[in-house]
């Protein structure tokens, strides 16, 4: 079936560094999402992302947060600065449309661990 | 507000049972609801989903999941569980604001089949 990847799939770094996440999302879908799941924890939305726009934002998608998609390339979340709290896994996904077409696809995810 | 109940952390049966995760939901209009798999290291997979129609609904892997709004409910199904059913299994409700989407989900149900 459809998928989507990420890169890299684990990530290090020390606090206070900016850290890029990359999502190939699958190849005709228009809608793009990034989500966080803290270890043992439930899978949390972060970000929607449609014809170039921030459609939407949860809380904790902080300031330090940004997404974008240029020129058809990675859907990418750049966090600048980082902190410790940012250590989870970031889980991509993408979907065709809404409604009825709104079956989200999900890439494996980027283990992000912030020293 | 949205939010999406899975109350059972960890479900183990026997090979050959029949087996039923539990899902509730709160949510103000008419949901769309959803269940995704994990295996472990691996991404989630759609399973199933209910948007209009008939109450119940089947999907891939031979699972199948039944909407009831009277409680609030959307439990999924399979008849007899097989030991490769073994995975963490999730809920979730598509909140639709105007012109995008977002995912709730459920804490998780970590299902494990014996042999």
């Known amino acids: 079936g459809p998928k989507v990847l990420q890169i890299p799939s684990h990530q290090i770094i020390d606090m206070g560094q900016m850290v890029t996440l990359n999502c190939d999302p699958v190849s005709n879908h228009l809608y793009f999402y990034w989500y966080k799941q803290i270890l043992g924890q439930q899978m949390e939305f972060l970000v929607n992302f449609y014809n170039g726009k921030v459609m939407e934002k949860s809380k904790l998608f902080k300031d330090q947060f940004s997404v974008e998609r240029p020129d058809g390339s990675y859907f990418t979340l750049k966090i600048q600065p980082t902190a410790l709290e940012d250590s989870a896994v970031y889980f991509c996904a993408s979907s065709l449309g809404l409604g009825v077409y709104a079956e989200q696809f999900f890439g494996p995810g980027t283990r992000l661990t912030v020293l | ?115």
């Open chain 2, 1 to 115: 507000a949205q939010s999406v109940d899975q109350p059972d952390a960890h479900v183990t049966l026997s090979e050959g049972a029949s087996l039923e995760l539990r899902c509730s939901y709160s949510y103000s209009a008419a949901p769309y609801l959803f269940w995704y798999v994990q295996y472990p290291g691996q991404s989630l997979q759609f399973l199933l989903k209910y948007i209009t129609g008939d109450t119940v609904v089947k999907g891939t892997k031979g699972f199948e999941a039944e909407f009831r709004k009277s409680n609030s409910s959307f439990n999924l199904k399979k008849s007899p569980a097989h030991w490769s059913d073994s995975a963490k299994y999730f809920c979730a409700l598509e909140g639709r604001t105007e012109g995008a989407d977002r995912l709730t989900f459920g804490k998780g149900t970590q299902l494990i089949i014996q042999p």
